[in-house]
């Protein structure tokens, strides 16, 4: 089942495009309530980014994203779910037709489906710097798989650039699996957030994540006005995260190496991101890894022609849609990252919603348990340790009503 190429001209009830946490939670449940359910996955493997995650979580326990992409994969193949993986979804139709191609080879095929999931997830922003194409250089989803999925370290001493919950996260994951983290610094100017100011005012979406109380604490009064710009004058140059040391007061400045990797060319900043004169220096490394974010990946969903709108509190310019995942177009649905950078397990629960959603339009029923499904939404953000735009459940909110606006609005 998993990895089979599809025979153009199948018919099913739902098409999942992408088999991520959101994908592959939506596909399990609609297929449970007895839904044809077919889900395409561009890579060799479902899961996405969640079979990358190792983390240690506030309670003591460990989020071991491999099994956890394991039992999904599994939930979903016993539920029926027809799973092709290597293979694109590279044009959606309205009607509903999914057109694919496979890496596996065969022609290109057609599915004809009743509703369709986008569920692709975010890729990562690029972080342009002096030196960033020469061989050493990886972005950290990129040390993310080679650590935690493949079991290769990147490299044998790395350089973290770049403060966010993904680079927090991957850098003591990497330090696990014997990397020698000589730190975690500022990304280069004018890479959004390269001056201790900035970065500080970020702590308080990180402040669940940091192992230590005074780190907690600091992120969270990090949110009251005026208080970043006073501490980041007073800021120490190094802090203790995992044992790697965090500089909040040293940024990028460039890669070094003719062929290869050999250090990283780093300068201290004051708080308003004014270089230190004299403070440059180079740090002997064989690998940096540049975090800068992700961004939602809408490619299927703008050739559809859907309304977009930029969310300062989502952090991205998304589709507009429901609270439950529905769209202007009727049988088009979304969730997971591609309307918004979350957790995993936000995605998880993004996916169980937008299948309640689908099951009740296809079925033209009542969505009985919706509310209280988006009030445990509202409160998996409210608890999430990783919290990449602080108010992003305002966002949401906005973005609802604006769908809703929209829904009820007199045709011209």
Same mark, same amino acid.
């Given at each position: 089942m998993n990895g089979r190429t599809i025979e153009s001209g199948d018919s099913v009830d739902l098409v999942v495009v992408g088999g991520g946490p959101a994908g592959l939670s939506a596909a399990a449940r609609a297929a449970e309530d007895g839904l044809t359910v077919v889900l395409i996955e561009e890579n060799h493997q479902t899961g996405g980014k969640l079979r990358g995650q190792l983390h240690q979580e506030n309670d003591g326990e460990w989020w071991i994203g491999w099994t956890l992409a394991n039992d999904l994969l599994a939930r979903a193949e016993r539920a029926g779910v027809r799973i092709f993986t290597d293979t694109v979804a590279w044009a959606i139709e309205p009607g509903w037709v999914v057109r694919t191609t496979s890496s596996r080879g065969g022609d290109a095929a057609e599915i004809r489906t009743r509703a369709v999931l986008i569920a692709t997830g975010a890729v990562e922003k690029p972080m342009p710097v002096a030196g960033w194409t020469l061989p050493g250089v990886f972005t950290i989803g990129g040390a993310q798989i080679l650590t935690n999925t493949h079991r290769v370290r990147p490299g044998a001493r790395s350089v973290v650039v770049g403060v966010d919950p993904l680079s927090l996260t991957i850098a003591r994951a990497m330090k696990l699996g014997g990397v020698d983290v000589d730190s975690i610094v500022l990304p280069p100017q004018p890479v959004p957030d390269s001056d201790p100011q900035s970065t500080l005012k970020r702590l308080g979406g990180l402040s669940k994540l940091a192992p230590y109380f005074y780190m907690r604490l600091g992120g969270a009064l990090m949110a009251i006005p005026g208080l970043a710009a006073i501490a980041a004058r007073v800021l120490p140059r190094s802090l203790p995260l995992w044992g790697i040391p965090l500089r909040l007061t040293t940024r990028l400045v460039r890669i070094v190496g003719d062929d290869r990797v050999t250090g990283a060319e780093v300068e201290t900043v004051r708080a308003n991101g004014d270089a230190v004169p004299g403070s440059r220096r180079v740090i002997s490394t064989d690998s940096v890894c540049l975090s800068n974010g992700l961004v939602p990946l809408n490619d299927l969903s703008a050739s559809l022609g859907l309304e977009f709108v930029t969310s300062d509190s989502v952090g991205a310019k998304v589709p507009v849609h429901s609270a439950t995942g529905a769209t202007a177009l009727p049988g =088009? /649905? =979304?969730?997971?990252? &591609?309307? @918004?950078? !979350?957790?995993?397990?936000?995605? #998880?629960? *993004?996916? !169980? %919603?937008?299948? @309640? !959603? %689908? +099951?009740? &339009? #296809?079925?033209?029923?009542? /969505?009985?348990?919706?509310?209280? !499904? =988006?009030?445990? #939404?509202? *409160? =998996?953000?409210?608890?999430?340790?990783? &919290? /990449?735009?602080?108010? %992003? *459940?305002? @966002?949401?909110?906005? %973005?609802?009503? +604006? /769908?809703n606006q929209r829904q009820e609005a007199p045709l011209p």
């Open positions: =088009l /649905f =979304l969730a997971g990252n &591609t309307v @918004g950078v !979350e957790s995993a397990k936000v995605s #998880l629960k *993004q996916g !169980e %919603i937008v299948a @309640g !959603e %689908i +099951l009740a &339009t #296809l079925r033209n029923h009542p /969505f009985k348990t919706r509310e209280a !499904e =988006l009030g445990e #939404l509202r *409160q =998996l953000r409210a608890d999430s340790e990783f &919290t /990449f735009e602080p108010a %992003i *459940q305002r @966002g949401h909110d906005e %973005i609802a009503a +604006l /769908f």
